[in-house]
Nanobody, 115 residues
Framework: QVQLVESGGGLVQPGGSLRLSCTAS????????MSWFRQTPGKQRELVARLSTAGTTNYGDFVKGRFTISRENAKNMVYLQMNSLEPEDTAVYYCNLFQAGYMYWGQGTQVAVSS
C-alpha cells in the first residue's frame, strides 16, 4: 500500500509563487516516477510535471518554464515550485506515483490564484 500526502496549496496573487510538497509512504520501489497533475471542474486531469528516479523530466506545455519539479529520493518526497502564477493555474493539484505498473494518487491540494 502506498500513501501520498500533499501540502503547500493556498491562495496567492497573480505573479506570486507557491511550493507544493508531497510525501510518499508505504512500499516505494527504487525505480518510479513522481508527478504533479491538476484538475479544474469539468475538465480532465492534466499533467503538470513528472520526474523519474532516473532524472527524466516532463512538463505540460502550459508550464512555459514557470514551474520546477524536484525530488528527494531518500525521503520519498517530490516538490513543485510554481512561479509567475496566473489565474488559469487555479486548480486542485494532485501528487502521483507510478511504479511497477500501478498508479497512486494523493487527495489533492487546492491552489487558487486571484487578486
Amino acid at each position: 500500500q502506498v500513501q501520498l500526502v500533499e501540502s503547500g496549496g493556498g491562495l496567492v496573487q497573480p505573479g506570486g509563487s507557491l511550493r507544493l510538497s508531497c510525501t510518499a509512504s508505504g512500499r516505494i520501489f527504487s525505480s518510479n516516477a513522481m508527478s504533479w497533475f491538476r484538475q479544474t471542474p469539468g475538465k480532465q486531469r492534466e499533467l503538470v510535471a513528472r520526474l523519474s528516479t532516473a532524472g527524466t523530466t516532463n512538463y505540460g506545455d502550459f508550464v512555459k518554464g514557470r514551474f520546477t519539479i524536484s525530488r528527494e529520493n531518500a525521503k520519498n518526497m517530490v516538490y513543485l515550485q510554481m512561479n509567475s502564477l496566473e489565474p488559469e493555474d487555479t486548480a486542485v493539484y494532485y501528487c502521483n506515483l507510478f511504479q511497477a505498473g500501478y498508479m497512486y494518487w494523493g487527495q489533492g491540494t487546492q491552489v487558487a490564484v486571484s487578486s
